[in-house]
């Protein structure tokens, strides 16, 4: 009895959980969507391969826009089922 109404409830759960999911990633998605159209075209060429493409990547990553513009590149991130 007991097994049997914690397996329903666990199923309940995670069924709840599921959709919470979908909605936060549908909700991720828009926000990409939306930082993509505020956010120049990337200028960093990823990954880095020498001191000089780090310390580029640095002295660009310090403006806050131009760090979420590379967080938000489409190398990144992309539309399939994985956020990243």
């Keep these: 009895m007991f097994s049997t ?4 409830e666990s ?3 995670q ?16 926000v990409i969507g939306s930082n993509k159209n505020s956010v120049p075209a ?5 990954p880095l ?3 000089d493409d780090l310390s580029n990547a640095e002295n660009l990553i310090k403006d806050p826009r131009a760090f979420w ?16």
């Design 5 to 8: 109404v914690f397996q329903e």
């Design 11 to 13: 199923l309940n759960n």
């Design 15 to 30: 069924e709840k959980l599921l959709a919470e999911v979908a909605d936060l990633k549908k909700l991720f998605k828009q």
């Design 42 to 46: 990337s200028t960093t060429i990823w």
């Design 49 to 51: 391969k020498s001191e």
């Design 69 to 84: 513009n590379e967080v938000f590149n489409e190398k990144f991130c992309s539309n399939s089922d994985h956020i990243f």
